[in-house]
């Protein structure tokens, strides 16, 4: 038996975890790490499961060519090879826009994913990027962009230090945070009751969070910006505003949210005025306090402006970048995504629909079109690495259908899936205990200042390929190099890169030293290990890959500190409170008002022992809770004549469901989780407990407008009972 640590790659909450494992290499225990500074112990049940899903035996382990219709393992050399002839056949014939790339939820939890991503995407060579970023988050990083001139400069809550925590349409005792690393969030909103604070949740669903909560207030979906709007303008109408920095457009804020007092925020969104009112005067005299938000407002049709408001907010009672309220972290690398250019997007446009770029990417919602649109620049082939489309964007089935009339298709991920079964080729990655590990993004949101780094637990095996090298090699193909070429020739590159920005930047301790002698000092073994190297020596911490190696359990850097002053980059210099952009979605939130609501909608469910569409293939994971279920408030089961299963009806399809009447749920709003749906594919266990794909509903038409993000929550929908079916 041997023991080993690493960070817990699946989820945003970086818990620290110790692996028992016997002689062979099998996991046979999976426990919280209590040395780890950060987590300190914690784990929850998909943590315990990490051995599991890493020992899957339907996880790929060889490459897959897919000739006629059936499939056949493949060498490594001859899965490049078939990926050079696909590619440039589809270059020849069509050019480089007629090629698309996308990264999926779990590119972000890699080291090589985040080496990579801008290296593939260049040497692909087409303005059809696509990510899971427009299916989940990017509403929040726009507003940023808009009210601080950069869109990774995002807030996170000071958990440990807050008097008064506002979560709307966010349910971290189960998801566990998101763009919010925060490791045992449901002790620390535990915590922060012990020590006298209160906690207030605002969610359609009474929630695992709200259950924990002081106070729980129903909201019906999609409405949360007029609540957001009139705890603005009560802030300002009462004289209640303290911002703590300096900012632009406080007249225009109070112009913009004139109209949207408590009374008529509460005619549509059903919380009552009075609450309003009161949340707002809660959060002026707290003496600290934060508002959180994530995936219910972000996956709405204004989640952008729901994103911005809930910092205006947060500015606006003093509570920006200050301890105990929102704040910054300071991670221990260099952070050379940070351009310190003022936020722009619409750079170039999607062919079909013309929606805007942004962050240099085009909305997953219009992928469809630009595959199934004739004509110059349409998508024939495409390029996906770890993201299952067909259950995770809006109208799947459209997807599905789609992807089977491409020319050719290219999928790096582990298994055999409802979006790969399209694939000429697949090129698995290793397990994950076979590669090292750092958060290079989820440190950017952390509740703490924190560093940790895993080596690969287990070697790889004989002829085995790490996903640096699938990346790489994908990289060189796509550039136009043979499919035999070294792909340390990337890495090299790239390092090179690094460290050339390195002996420019002014104060750098690499400051005018030869790239040369300086690659000869990182330490690693692999390109993303120098990378990381360079970036940790390049970072404010001074730090190396060998300080982190000598820490297994982690290294605390301290509590977040103000740091406002050294990310702001708007042209004005301040933070800009009423951006013309989100003015113009005010408008169009005002028109709103006179629109009658929908008779039920839909929203997602978060699951504890779940994971968008990825762990459903873990037998200890499946059952129980974790099931496809639409919950539905006993009054709607009664009204509408439903019995065990409901016949859902959208604007773009149909499901039939089992139901869960709950009271946890408000009238007029049904509830069903995303990542379900799953075929007889490659997953049996998944095969076997299938549910029904919540995205078979969503309408791919309808975004948030400024972001482009794909709208989940609050879609239209009819029920009436269920007749014979052969639907899950």
Same mark, same amino acid.
């Given at each position: 038996?041997?023991?080993?640590?690493?960070?817990?790659?699946?989820?945003?909450?970086?818990?620290?975890?110790?692996?028992?494992?016997? /002689?062979?290499?099998?996991?046979?225990?999976?426990?919280?790490?209590?040395?780890d500074?950060?987590?300190?112990?914690?784990?929850?049940?998909?943590?315990?499961?990490?051995?599991?899903? &890493?020992?899957?035996?339907?996880?790929?382990?060889?490459?897959?060519?897919?000739?006629?219709?059936?499939?056949?393992?493949?060498?490594w050399?001859?899965?490049?090879?078939?990926?050079e002839?696909?590619?440039?056949?589809?270059?020849?014939?069509?050019?480089?826009?007629?090629?698309?790339?996308?990264?999926?939820?779990?590119?972000?939890?890699?080291?090589?994913?985040?080496?990579?991503?801008?290296?593939?995407?260049?040497?692909?060579?087409?303005?059809?990027?696509?990510?899971?970023?427009?299916?989940?988050?990017?509403?929040k990083?726009?507003?940023?962009?808009?009210?601080?001139?950069?869109?990774?400069?995002?807030p996170?809550?000071?958990?440990?230090?807050?008097?008064?925590?506002?979560?709307?349409?966010?349910?971290?005792?189960?998801?566990?945070?998101?763009?919010?690393?925060?490791?045992?969030?449901?002790?620390?909103?535990?915590a922060?009751?012990?020590?006298?604070?209160?906690?207030?949740?605002?969610?359609p669903? !009474?929630?695992?969070?709200?259950?924990?909560?002081?106070?729980?207030?129903?909201? !019906?979906?999609?409405t949360?910006?007029?609540?957001?709007l009139?705890?603005?303008?009560?802030?300002?109408?009462? /004289?209640?505003?303290?911002?703590?920095?300096?900012?632009?457009?406080?007249?225009e804020?109070?112009?913009?949210?004139?109209?949207?007092?408590?009374?008529?925020?509460?005619?549509?969104?059903?919380?009552?005025?009075?609450?309003?009112?009161?949340l707002?005067?809660?959060?002026?005299?707290?003496?600290?306090?934060?508002?959180?938000?994530?995936?219910?407002?972000?996956?709405?049709?204004?989640?952008?402006?729901?994103?911005?408001?809930?910092?205006?907010?947060?500015?606006?009672?003093?509570?920006?970048?200050?301890?105990?309220?929102?704040?910054?972290?300071?991670?221990?690398?260099?952070?050379?995504?940070?351009?310190?250019?003022?936020?722009?997007?619409?750079?170039?446009?999607?062919?079909?629909?013309?929606?805007?770029?942004?962050?240099?990417? #085009?909305?997953?919602?219009?992928?469809? /079109?630009?595959?199934?649109?004739?004509?110059?620049?349409?998508? !024939?082939?495409?390029?996906?690495?770890?993201?299952?489309?067909?259950?995770? %964007?809006?109208?799947?089935?459209?997807?599905?259908?789609?992807?089977?009339?491409?020319?050719?298709?290219?999928?790096?991920?582990p298994?055999?899936?409802?979006?790969?079964?399209?694939? &000429?080729?697949?090129?698995?990655?290793?397990?994950?205990?076979?590669?090292?590990?750092?958060?290079?993004?989820?440190?950017?949101?952390?509740?703490?200042?924190?560093?940790?780094?895993?080596?690969?637990?287990?070697?790889?095996?004989?002829?085995?390929l790490s996903?640096?090298?699938?990346?790489?090699?994908?990289?060189?193909?796509?550039?136009g190099?043979?499919?035999?070429?070294?792909?340390?020739?990337?890495?090299?590159?790239?390092?090179?890169q690094?460290?050339?920005?390195?002996?420019?930047?002014?104060?750098?301790?690499?400051?005018?030293?030869?790239?040369?002698?300086?690659?000869?000092?990182?330490?690693?073994?692999s390109?993303?290990?120098?990378?990381?190297?360079?970036?940790?020596? #390049?970072?404010?911490?001074?730090?190396?890959?060998? /300080?982190?190696?000598?820490?297994?359990?982690?290294?605390?850097?301290?509590?977040? +500190?103000? !740091?406002?002053?050294?990310?702001l980059?708007?042209?004005?210099?301040?933070?800009?409170?009423?951006?013309?952009?989100?003015?113009?979605?005010?408008?169009?939130? +005002?028109?709103?008002?006179?629109?009658?609501?929908?008779?039920?909608?839909?929203?997602?469910?978060?699951?504890?022992?779940?994971?968008?569409?990825?762990?459903?293939?873990?037998?200890?994971?499946?059952?129980?809770?974790?099931?496809?279920?639409?919950?539905?408030?006993?009054?709607?089961?009664?009204?509408?004549?439903?019995? &065990?299963?409901?016949?859902?009806?959208?604007?773009?399809?149909?499901?039939?469901?089992?139901?869960?009447?709950?009271?946890?749920?408000?009238?007029?709003?049904?509830?069903?989780?995303?990542?379900?749906?799953?075929?007889?594919?490659?997953?049996?266990?998944?095969?076997r407990?299938?549910?029904?794909?919540?995205?078979?509903?969503? &309408?791919?038409?309808?975004?948030?407008?400024?972001?482009g993000?794909?709208?989940?929550?609050?879609?239209?929908?009819?029920?009436?009972? %269920?007749?014979?079916?052969?639907?899950?």
């Open positions: 038996m041997r023991t080993a640590h690493r960070t817990c790659p699946i989820c945003d909450a970086v818990c620290g975890l110790r692996l028992e494992l016997d /002689d062979t290499g099998h996991v046979t225990s999976v426990k919280g790490d209590p040395d500074p950060f987590s300190k112990g914690y784990v929850c049940p998909k943590g315990a499961s990490l051995g599991r899903l &890493d020992e899957d035996p339907d996880r790929l382990r060889v490459p897959m060519i897919r000739k006629n219709g059936e499939w056949f393992e493949a060498t050399d001859e899965a490049f090879q078939a990926v002839q696909g590619l440039s056949g589809v270059i020849e014939r069509y050019g480089r826009e007629a090629l698309a790339v996308y990264f999926g939820n779990p590119t972000f939890h890699t080291m090589a994913g985040f080496m990579y991503r801008m290296p593939l995407t260049q040497s692909l060579g087409t303005r059809n990027v696509f990510s899971a970023s427009t299916i989940d988050q990017i509403p990083q726009v507003a940023c962009g808009y009210l601080l001139g950069d869109p990774f400069a995002i996170v809550p000071d958990l440990d230090r807050t008097d008064y925590l506002l979560v709307i349409g966010a349910n971290p005792v189960e998801s566990h945070g998101s763009l919010c690393a925060a490791p045992d969030f449901p002790g620390r909103l535990k922060l009751r012990r020590r006298g604070g209160k906690l207030v949740v605002v969610d669903r !009474r929630t695992r969070t709200a259950a924990v909560a002081d106070e729980h207030l129903f909201v !019906r979906p999609g949360d910006p007029y609540l957001l009139a705890i603005v303008h009560t802030l300002l109408a009462e /004289d209640l505003a303290t911002p703590g920095v300096e900012v632009n457009g406080i007249d804020l109070r112009r913009l949210a004139a109209d949207f007092t408590p009374e008529a925020a509460a005619r549509v969104c059903g919380v009552p005025a009075e609450d309003i009112a009161r707002a005067r809660e959060l002026a005299a707290a003496p600290t306090a934060a508002v959180y938000s994530r995936i219910g407002t972000c996956t709405a049709e204004f989640g952008t402006v729901s994103q911005w408001l809930v910092d205006v907010i947060n500015i606006l009672t003093g509570n920006f970048d200050r301890p105990g309220g929102v704040m910054f972290p300071r991670p221990a690398i260099v952070e050379i995504f940070r351009t310190g250019q003022p936020y722009a997007s619409g750079q170039w446009h999607s062919r079909a629909r013309g929606l805007p770029e942004v962050m240099g990417e #085009l909305p997953v919602s219009t992928l469809a /079109d630009e595959i199934e649109t004739p004509g110059e620049g349409q998508v !024939r082939a495409l390029v996906t690495v770890g993201g299952n489309l067909v259950l995770s %964007a809006p109208n799947g089935p459209r997807l599905d259908r789609a992807f089977a009339d491409l020319d050719f298709m290219v999928c790096v991920d298994y055999l899936n409802e979006t790969t079964k399209h694939a &000429d080729v697949i090129l698995p990655p290793p397990r994950m205990l076979q590669s090292p590990h750092y958060d290079f993004l989820l440190l950017i949101v952390s509740v703490r200042n924190y560093a940790r780094f895993s080596p690969a637990v287990l070697p790889l095996e004989p002829g085995q996903e640096a090298q699938i990346l790489s090699r994908l990289t060189l193909i796509a550039s190099q043979s499919a035999d070429a070294d792909p340390a020739i990337l890495d090299e590159m790239i390092v090179g690094v460290l050339g920005m390195a002996a420019t930047m002014p104060g750098s301790p690499f400051e005018g030293r030869d790239v040369a002698e300086l690659r000869a000092e990182l330490d690693g073994d390109g993303p290990e120098l990378m990381l190297d360079a970036m940790l020596k #390049l970072g404010p911490y001074g730090l190396s890959l060998a /300080d982190l190696r000598d820490k297994p359990h982690g290294i605390d850097l301290g509590p977040l +500190r103000p !740091r406002l002053a050294e990310l980059c708007t042209p004005s210099g301040r933070v800009e409170l009423a951006a013309p952009q989100l003015a113009e979605e005010v408008v169009r939130l +005002r028109e709103r008002l006179a629109t009658p609501a929908a008779d039920v909608v839909l929203i997602g469910r978060r699951q504890l022992r779940s994971n968008n569409s990825w762990l459903h293939n873990v037998p200890t994971l499946v059952g129980g809770s974790n099931q496809c279920t639409l919950q539905i408030n006993p009054q709607d089961v009664t009204r509408l004549g439903l019995g &065990d299963r409901a016949l859902v009806r959208s604007a773009v399809g149909e499901l039939v469901v089992p139901l869960e009447p709950t009271e946890t749920i408000m009238p007029g709003v049904v509830s069903l989780p995303h990542g379900w749906g799953h075929v007889a594919t490659g997953q049996q266990v998944a095969a407990h299938a549910g029904a794909n919540a995205n078979t509903l969503t &309408d791919e038409s309808v975004i948030d407008v400024l972001s993000n794909a709208v989940f929550n609050g879609v239209p929908v009819t029920l009436s009972p %269920a007749g014979p079916s052969t639907q899950p």
